[in-house]
């Protein structure tokens, strides 16, 4: 027999094909469903395999569900995620996109209406409303200050998904005790789709201080908010600058004593534009923020590098800036290299004085060394997440750093709606 056709007559009535082990035929039969099919597995654990070509006209709806749903990777799963809008695969290691381009509908130009988020402005309760000629749609803002300089906002989208254009712009690092001038904060932007019912937190960096002479003991340092990088333990040195970030979900900061930098995550960071160095007492300048890759302090005795970090479908490799080494070792450290979101500071490196700190990042800039002449921090570096549209980023293009003696300026983000 080469062709069976079942058809019934009375719309509504089914067919049930009970125990079938195999469909075999030779090259060239088909079996063909015209219609709904419905599958159900009674046992658990059954799979229902597929052995040559699926052929579909018309649409299959993928596997789907965000970020913070997906399941035990196994490689080769393939799913659709409504948090990136993209779709995805499991490469044996990790989730990795598909595609860079998200799936969304053709961005126009730009309008006219732009909300510039600063860290003296005060928008909590505030709903921003934008008319475009397709629809209206709301972005409502709330605020809750974590420092003094320095807020995050939180931010959610309603009447639909929107389109926004997000320019960051990180914080400067301060000037030395002396004559240094701070690393200019990184420069980042990008269109970010914003889905209803999902919250994003937007940090806005703080410039960095300069730190006067301290003594005998340890100084007290406040940690800069976006992980500007301390000076050392007796001061005379500029803080890096934080960085100014977006983020799906809650934000985990990194953390600094005088001694030491702890990591935070950068696992759901959206964009994000890195803080300038510190400048060392000695008039070592700073180095400027992200960029995908802050740059090195000036070189004292030994400088602190800039964060780096590369972007690949799916995925991101990076590293935090470079400590510098101990220059007479057992009897001198080096300095704190730059970890996630937390830039690195000159620690006890030297005589523990004159280095500047890195700035925060995606990775943080590496602290300078205290030996006279101390050396600048290096920059941290700033990120793009695979699925933003438009996106760039370059360094030393955002806040500025201080000058002898003086703070670095605070980060700023802007928000402009895509009609």
């Known amino acids: 027999m080469s062709n069976i056709n079942l058809t019934s007559v009375n719309q509504g009535t089914l ?17 063909t469903i015209s219609g709904n099919t419905s599958l159900s597995i009674m046992n658990l654990g059954t799979n229902i395999d597929v052995s040559g070509n699926l052929n579909a006209n018309g649409n299959m709806i993928l596997p789907n569900g965000s970020t ?32 860079s381009t998200t799936i969304a509908p053709t961005i126009p130009s730009i309008s006219a209406r732009t909300i510039n988020i600063a860290s003296s402005s005060n928008p909590s309760g505030t709903n921003y409303t934008w008319n475009s000629s397709f629809t209206t749609q709301t972005l409502s803002f709330s605020l809750s200050l974590i420092g003094t300089n320095n807020s995050t906002y939180a931010i959610t989208a309603t009447g639909g998904t929107c389109y926004a254009l997000f320019t960051l712009l990180g914080a400067g690092g301060a000037g030395g005790y002396n004559a240094g001038t701070g690393g200019t904060g990184g420069y980042t932007c990008g269109v970010v789709p914003l889905v209803p019912g999902i919250t994003y ?12 002479p ?39 900061p990194g953390s600094a004593t005088n001694t030491s930098v702890s990591p935070g995550s950068n696992s759901n960071a959206i964009l994000l534009s890195g803080g300038g160095g510190g400048a060392s007492y000695e008039g070592k300048v700073g180095g400027a923020g992200g960029g995908l890759s802050g740059v090195a302090g000036e070189n004292g005795a030994s400088n602190g590098g800039g964060g780096a970090t590369w972007s690949g479908i799916g995925s991101t490799s990076a590293s935090g800036g470079a400590s510098s080494p101990a220059l007479n070792p057992p009897f001198a450290t080096g300095s704190l290299a730059g970890v996630v979101l937390q830039g690195g500071g000159c620690s006890d490196s030297g005589d523990g004085g004159g280095g500047g700190g890195g700035g925060g990042g995606y990775y943080g800039g590496g602290g300078g060394n205290g030996s006279n002449p101390g050396s600048g921090g290096g920059g941290g570096c700033g ?27 605070n980060g700023v983000a802007y928000i402009s709606y895509y009609s």
Request: glycine share 24%.
């Open 214 to 252: 301290g003594g005998p003991g340890p100084i007290v340092q406040t940690t800069p908010i976006g992980g500007g990088g301390l000076v050392g333990t007796l001061g005379y040195g500029g803080q890096g600058g934080g960085y100014t970030g977006l983020f799906y979900g809650n934000i985990v």
């Open 15 to 31: 067919w049930n094909l009970n125990n079938i082990k195999t469909i075999g035929s030779v090259p060239g039969n088909v079996l």
């Open 68 to 99: 913070a749903n997906r399941p035990f990777g196994v490689q080769g799963y393939f799913r659709f995620n409504t948090t990136t809008l993209l779709p995805e695969y499991y490469n044996g290691n990790i989730w990795a996109n598909l595609t």
């Open 383 to 409: 990120y793009i997440a695979t699925y933003i549209l438009s996106a760039t980023s370059s360094t030393g293009n955002g806040s500025t750093g201080g000058s002898a003696t003086g703070s670095g300026t």
């Open 201 to 212: 937190n937007l940090l806005i960096g703080q410039g960095g201080l300069a730190i006067p």
